[in-house]
């Protein structure tokens, strides 16, 4: 967690920067301080891929399987992580 906008959000790197992260704001997103302690808490700065095994392993109904599989088009990620920025300023 870093640059710490005020005391309830503060910016979670989508691709943690111990991972090549950058700090482009198409990686960062402001979120809740307590969502983003929990989100680090259960799933540290692992990849997507061990996060996702983690939830099926640990978390999820054994009656259903998530999965996680890489966009094709990382332009569409970058899009979709703006649209979600301009909601949560609402
Ligand atoms: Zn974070």
Known sequence: MRK???????????????RNGSNDSYNL???????HRAWHTLFENNTAIFICRLINDVWLDTSYKFV??????HAEATVYA???RKKRRK
């Open 68 to 73: 996680c599989v890489p966009k094709e088009d």
């Open 4 to 18: 710490q906008r005020n005391r309830d959000h503060s910016f979670h790197h989508r691709c943690p920067k111990s």
């Open 29 to 35: 997103i402001d979120v809740p301080v307590t969502k």
């Open 82 to 84: 703006r649209t979600l």
